[in-house]
């Protein structure tokens, strides 16, 4: 995940990669106008803006998220993968264990635990 860039800083990133200009990106619902604030970290965008903006760079939001995780998996997507495997060897043991592992993480960052 970006740390110290901000999500525009980020995104405009993207979009000088691929030598898009923000008015190549405009469309009906996202001016250029939104783009440069954003871009600048003056402002962000509602989700279907940035929806757009990410279309606007020939990207779907999938792509987007996985460069934005420097091409890593997410935690969550680890953890999702784990238990399918676990659920598909019918590992109740191996689910047990994952579910202590996920609490303690939680306990540790100090948030509160879902299950």
Known sequence: MIERMELGEFYKELRLARKLKQSDVACAGLTASQLSKFELGQSMLSADKLILAIQGIN????????????????????IGRKVVDRFAHQDIAGLEQLLEEVKQ????????IVV
């Open 59 to 78: 990207m779907n939001f999938d792509e987007f998220g996985h460069k934005l995780n420097n091409y890593q998996e997410s935690l969550h997507m680890q």
């Open 105 to 112: 993480e939680q306990m540790a960052q100090r948030r509160p």
